[in-house]
């Protein structure tokens, strides 16, 4: 699957046999604010990283870290409520 942020790719995934997945996001340029990242598989599912600037040395590192974090947490939520939608349909 690939990961998207305004039209750009920022990533790539492959799910396991659970339609489980886990990514880096990197983006050439970012902004603070928030950012919507979508992953095209089938469906499309859709989550939001929220960027805020950081004085401390070695802030791009845990920045990413808490990105890909919040990332996974909103794509496995949306997988998991399609997946109940499919199985009552």
Known sequence: MTLKSKGENVGK??????????????????DPGRHVVRAECGITLLGNVDVTLSSSSGGTTSTLVVLVFFLLIGATMLRRQFVGLRATA
């Open 13 to 30: 995934a492959v799910a396991d046999d659970k339609g489980e997945f886990t990514a880096p996001v990197r983006f050439t340029t970012i």
